[in-house]
């Protein structure tokens, strides 16, 4: 199985601010790679797919990069309703899995 | 609008069974594959299974198989989840997920239904 790991597990970060979430795959996932949004008591939300593809809708303060087995999405101009947590996807083969997850404060 | 509701979650015993449901509007249900995803209380997110549109292919995480069956009803535009010999284990959130054409992505999700395994 593929495993996904995510670092850091927690970062604080002030508005307007960029953060930066990295996520590494124990094989070569080229670009299968998805980043998700879930606000607490809420939904998980696509944000990013194909590894730097934004979903409709999403703002574009959000951006991904990376390919093969490291990773990141970032986020700039940092935004109160940005206070969740993110996961990333692999989905390059069964069984899909997803990372640990990053919880993101604003401070 | 896109719309997933799942249903039947509950408060079951170790070793029994239970039955959720998911009922899909919005768009052509049977055109997309469609997936169990889980999250136990305070944790991150699990794939649990995927169907295929016309039902023939599904692929289970390891740990549900030969216990999990994923269905799918395309007249009624209804997914569903039988769960035999549930285990505490299992005890979790299950979102019922549209698979985005072509690829394993997700991009829609229901509300979620509360499965507790608990004596």
């Known amino acids: 199985d593929i495993q996904m790991t995510q670092s850091p597990s927690s970062v604080s970060a002030s508005v307007g601010d960029r953060v930066t979430i990295t996520c590494r795959a124990t094989e070569n996932i080229r670009s299968w790679l998805a980043w998700y949004q879930q606000k607490p008591g809420k939904v998980p939300k696509l944000l990013i797919y194909a590894a730097s593809s934004l979903q409709s809708g999403v703002p574009s303060r959000f951006s991904g990069s990376g390919s093969g087995t490291e990773f990141t999405l970032s986020i700039s101009g940092l935004q109160p309703e940005d206070s969740a947590s993110y996961y990333c996807q692999q989905a390059k083969g069964f069984p899909i899995t997803f990372g640990q997850g990053t919880r993101l404060e604003i401070k | 609008e896109v719309q997933l509701v799942e249903s039947g979650g509950g408060l079951v015993q170790p070793g029994g069974s239970l039955r959720l449901s998911c009922a899909a509007s919005?768009?052509?249900?049977?055109?997309?594959?469609m997936s169990w995803v889980r999250q136990a209380p305070g944790k991150g997110l699990e794939w649990v299974a995927n169907i295929q549109q016309g039902g023939g292919e599904k692929y289970y995480v390891d740990s549900v198989k030969g216990r999990f069956t994923i269905t799918r009803d395309n007249a009624k535009n209804s997914l569903y989840l039988e769960m035999d010999g549930l285990k505490a284990e299992d005890t979790a959130v299950y979102y019922c997920a549209r698979v985005t054409i072509g690829t394993d992505y997700f991009d829609c999700w229901g509300q979620g239904t509360l499965v507790t395994v608990s004596s």
């Open positions: 919005g768009f052509s249900f049977s055109n997309f594959w």
